[in-house]
């Protein structure tokens, strides 16, 4: 990591309640995007003197047009004191960053559409199909031929007068 990114904490509080010490803190990333997890938790361990077991990363929140993030975390003394439900979630939040994070270097899905094209060579004419008529020009079309198939109300009740009278 080039530049140093720090952890500040800004408030403990105790909660027996639910047998934790709840952090509030914030992580300076200067130039640098929203750290994962993984990226605060080890100097999180090194500043709380807690081990990355006991160690809840609840939430994580941006600053904007800052480089610098506000973080909820959670410390439990025992790890049967951590709620499974929780430890859960925070599981399935940190494999859903993994899994839209493109492994290696990976081409972005707009690209691989645009390699999947053939480029016509200089002098050679690329064929298309032939033109479509616009959305815009079949509404009003089909619009006009109704209305002329389609007579008023007023008007299918005289028609069918007139046709019982012709019977």
């Excluded at 403990?12 to 300076?28: D, G, H, S």
């Excluded at 691989?112 to 199909?129: D, I, R, T, Y």
């Excluded at 020009?137 to 006009?144: F, I, S, V």
Aim: proline content about 7%; cysteine-free; charged content about 50%.
């Amino acid at each position: 990591m080039g530049e140093m990114m720090s952890l500040k904490v800004l408030d403990k509080k105790k909660n027996p309640l639910f047998k934790r010490e709840e952090i509030k803190a914030t992580f300076e990333h200067v130039g640098k995007p929203t750290p994962t997890r993984d990226d605060i938790l080890p100097l999180l361990e090194k500043s709380l003197g807690s081990k990355k077991d006991m160690i809840l990363i609840d939430k994580i929140f941006s600053v904007k047009g800052k480089g610098e993030s506000a973080l909820k975390v959670f410390v439990y003394s025992k790890k049967e004191d951590i709620p499974k439900e929780k430890l859960e979630l925070i599981q399935k939040r940190s494999e859903k960053k993994k899994a839209k994070k493109p492994e290696g270097s990976a081409p972005a899905p707009g690209a691989e559409a645009k390699q999947g094209e053939a480029k016509p060579a200089e002098g050679e004419v690329k064929e298309e199909g032939p033109k479509e008529e616009t959305s815009e020009e079949k509404p009003a079309e089909e619009t006009k031929e109704k209305v002329k198939e389609e007579p008023k109300a007023g008007e299918k009740k005289e028609e069918e007068k007139r046709k019982e009278e012709k019977e």
